[in-house]
């Protein structure tokens, strides 16, 4: 009896209260989860985890290369240009491959989504264990790299946190809407690598924002919400020398914010029919 009362509580479509203490009590099943999608991400390649060293490294040299020698891009003063470069590509690659995870998480369990419920967003939340590797592994090389250029890091990287905090609210928040797509359109899948890629170069991570100052189409610009995080996680680790518009916070945290709380209805309202398209 005490078992079929169970049941009930956790079936899909239930109320919000039931479905949060569900998420809850399989909080179990999100690490299971969390360690399988770090385990298969590197499982079979040849050099395993190295990649997340090379990634990084090789992204790095093209990107220092195209921005700083090809089209002659000034960095900010007084901060080394690779340095710059990497700062900006350490948050943007937390962002990305949290994106592109969470995006896929629903199609890449769709074994389990039709064979028996549970809180559908344990998966996109698993996924997030992968891009918070690479990023660790990321942020460790930054950090190796300051002596090298004899670089002193700054002391406002107490305010870190709060800039990977708004970068997990916002790859969650377009990472759930796309989950939700994907599933049905299977052509999404094509298109984030896509935007992705785009992204990249749309924000200023081998770039400072610094270029768009004083322009007609700033205020645009920094209705991105990555402007403002990528922008504000670069001045945390290289302080004043590094240009950061702290006005630029408040359309990233109303647009993070906003964009979370629609896409988490939106999931909530369609992760019933998952399993009609898997």
Same mark, same amino acid.
């Not at 385990?39 to 090789?58: C, E, F, I």
């Given at each position: =009896?005490?078992?079929?009362?169970?049941?009930?509580?956790?079936?899909?479509?239930?109320? &919000?209260?039931?479905? !949060?203490?569900?998420? !809850?009590?399989?909080?179990?099943?999100?690490?299971?989860?969390?360690?399988?999608?770090?385990?298969?991400?590197?499982?079979?390649?040849?050099?395993?985890?190295?990649?997340?060293?090379?990634?990084?490294?090789?992204?790095? /040299?093209? =990107? /220092?290369?195209?921005?700083?020698?090809?089209?002659?891009?000034?960095?900010?003063? *007084?901060?080394?240009?690779?340095? =710059?470069?990497?700062?900006?590509?350490?948050?943007?690659?937390?962002?990305?491959?949290?994106?592109?995870?969470?995006?896929?998480?629903?199609?890449? *369990?769709?074994?389990?989504?039709?064979?028996?419920?549970?809180?559908?967003?344990?998966?996109?939340?698993?996924?997030?264990?992968?891009?918070?590797?690479?990023?660790?592994?990321?942020?460790?090389? +930054? =950090?190796?790299?300051?002596?090298?250029?004899?670089?002193? #890091?700054?002391?406002?990287?107490?305010?870190? $946190?709060?800039?990977?905090?708004?970068?997990? #609210?916002?790859?969650?928040?377009?990472?759930? +809407?796309?989950?939700?797509?994907?599933?049905?359109?299977?052509?999404?899948? @094509?298109?984030?690598?896509?935007?992705?890629? /785009?992204?990249?170069?749309?924000? $200023?991570?081998?770039?400072?924002?610094?270029?768009?100052?004083?322009?007609?189409? &700033?205020?645009?610009?920094?209705? *991105?919400?990555?402007?403002?995080?990528?922008?504000? +996680?670069?001045?945390?680790?290289?302080? &004043? *020398?590094?240009?950061?518009?702290? @006005?630029?916070?408040?359309?990233?945290?109303?647009?993070?914010?906003?964009?979370?709380?629609?896409?988490?209805?939106?999931?909530?309202?369609?992760?019933?029919?998952?399993?009609?398209?898997?």
């Amino acid at each position: =009896m005490a078992s079929s009362q169970h049941t009930t509580t956790i079936k899909a479509g239930g109320s &919000e209260k039931d479905y !949060w203490k569900d998420l !809850w009590l399989h909080r179990q099943l999100l690490w299971i989860l969390s360690k399988r999608d770090i385990s298969v991400r590197y499982k079979q390649t040849l050099l395993g985890v190295a990649w997340s060293v090379l990634r990084p490294l090789m992204t790095l /040299v093209v =990107m /220092v290369f195209v921005f700083s020698y090809v089209a002659k891009t000034k960095g900010d003063p *007084n901060v080394p240009y690779p340095l =710059m470069v990497l700062s900006g590509l350490t948050i943007w690659t937390f962002f990305s491959n949290t994106f592109g995870q969470i995006s896929s998480s629903v199609l890449i *369990n769709s074994n389990m989504v039709s064979k028996v419920y549970f809180p559908r967003l344990l998966m996109p939340l698993s996924a997030v264990a992968v891009g918070f590797v690479d990023f660790l592994i990321s942020f460790a090389i +930054f =950090m190796l790299m300051t002596p090298f250029f004899d670089y002193q #890091i700054s002391w406002q990287i107490i305010y870190l $946190p709060f800039f990977i905090l708004l970068t997990f #609210i916002t790859s969650m928040g377009f990472g759930l +809407f796309f989950a939700v797509l994907n599933v049905k359109f299977r052509d999404i899948g @094509q298109l984030i690598p896509f935007l992705i890629q /785009v992204g990249m170069y749309a924000c $200023p991570v081998g770039y400072s924002a610094s270029l768009v100052k004083g322009t007609w189409y &700033e205020k645009y610009y920094n209705l *991105n919400p990555l402007v403002g995080i990528i922008s504000g +996680f670069r001045w945390c680790l290289l302080g &004043e *020398n590094s240009y950061f518009n702290p @006005q630029s916070l408040y359309s990233t945290a109303i647009t993070s914010f906003a964009i979370l709380i629609l896409s988490l209805i939106y999931f909530r309202r369609k992760e019933n029919t998952f399993v009609d398209y898997l």
